[in-house]
């Protein structure tokens, strides 16, 4: 006789969009992403001015603080997922940690993305209008770009 029925498969595992995790209490699957898409081009403009302005205040060190910031919140958002649905210590530890890596390489990637575009922006305003263009580029070229890039990764 198959007693399945009453065993509750629990843990985590990695998923394309993040982690799932299952307990007693039920599944969630926490999205990860690499970078969000913002809500308004408002915003998305701003957040690529950001990004052109922290990308010219720490240079080639850009993709690594993306990817330690994203995967400080996977992290954090696998393992109160885990939580939720039920998991023991253990459990939450080895879901955080799962977090944390897919966080860590989306960011990471996100940030490489956004270092090689805003660095050839950049070169090609500094060489089109010497120190003032290379200037534009890093803030409003980065600007553009980012709302760009989330006019084309929007799900609506």
Same mark, same amino acid.
């Given at each position: 006789?198959?007693?399945?029925?009453?065993?509750?498969?629990?843990?985590?595992?990695?998923?394309?969009?993040?982690?799932?995790?299952?307990?007693?209490?039920?599944?969630?699957?926490?999205?990860i992403?690499?970078d969000?898409?913002?809500?308004?081009?408002?915003?998305?403009? #701003?957040?690529?001015?950001?990004? =052109?302005?922290?990308? %010219?205040? @720490? &240079? /080639?060190?850009?993709?690594?603080?993306? *990817?330690? $910031?994203?995967?400080?919140?996977?992290?954090?958002?696998?393992?109160?997922?885990?939580?939720?649905?039920?998991?023991?210590? #253990?459990?939450?530890?080895?879901? =955080?940690?799962?977090? %944390?890596? @897919? &966080? /860590?390489?989306?960011?990471?990637?996100? *940030?490489? $993305?956004?270092?090689?575009?805003?660095g050839?922006?950049?070169?090609?305003?500094?060489?089109?209008?010497?120190?003032?263009?290379?200037?534009?580029?890093?803030?409003?070229?980065?600007?553009?770009?980012?709302?760009?890039?989330?006019?084309?990764?929007?799900?609506?």
């Open positions: 006789m198959d007693m399945s029925v009453n065993n509750v498969e629990r843990g985590s595992k990695i998923t394309f969009k993040g982690v799932e995790v299952t307990g007693p209490k039920g599944t969630k699957e926490v999205e992403s690499g969000k898409v913002e809500k308004t081009p408002e915003d998305s403009f #701003w957040q690529g001015v950001g990004k =052109g302005i922290a990308r %010219a205040i @720490v &240079g /080639g060190a850009y993709p690594v603080i993306t *990817g330690t $910031l994203k995967a400080a919140e996977g992290y954090e958002n696998a393992k109160e997922a885990a939580k939720d649905v039920g998991l023991n210590e #253990w459990g939450i530890a080895k879901a =955080g940690l799962k977090g %944390a890596l @897919v &966080g /860590g390489i989306k960011g990471f990637a996100h *940030g490489l $993305l956004d270092t090689a575009a805003i050839a922006l950049v070169a090609l305003g500094g060489v089109l209008g010497g120190p003032l263009g290379a200037a534009l580029a890093a803030t409003v070229g980065a600007g553009f770009y980012n709302l760009a890039k989330d006019a084309i990764r929007a799900n609506d």
